[in-house]
Nanobody
């Protein structure tokens, strides 16, 4: 069974930065698009950013220009560099594949943006 392990969250002031990491145990990692998702309390999980197997990226309008997704296929890891963080970015962040065949969700990593 595929295991996803997210890390890098924390408490940061508005305007600050964090970098999240996600390690995947799947042997198919290199062939699949991957994405970052987030879920705030009382809200549905939403897609934040995705990256194709060749590095093409897409972003939600709410994070465009502030977040950057990247991947390291050798280490089966994806990253999310988050700059100019806003209180509305506060959520639990998760990684997974993209599309209908999602893997079991990991525990996520909490990001809290507050002064």
């Amino acid at each position: 069974q595929v295991r996803l392990v997210e890390s890098g969250g924390g408490l940061v002031q508005p305007g600050g930065s964090l970098e999240l990491s996600c390690a995947a145990s799947s042997l198919r990692f290199n062939a699949l698009p991957m994405g970052w998702y987030r879920q705030a309390p009382g809200k549905q999980r939403e897609s934040v950013a995705s990256i194709g197997r060749l590095g093409n990226t897409k972003y939600a309008d709410s994070v465009k220009g502030r977040f950057t997704i990247s991947r390291n296929n050798n280490h089966k890891t994806i990253f999310l560099q988050m700059n100019s963080l806003k209180p509305e970015d506060t959520a639990s962040y998760f990684c997974n594949t993209v599309g209908d065949s999602l893997w079991p969700w990991g525990q996520g990593t909490q990001v809290t943006v507050s002064s």
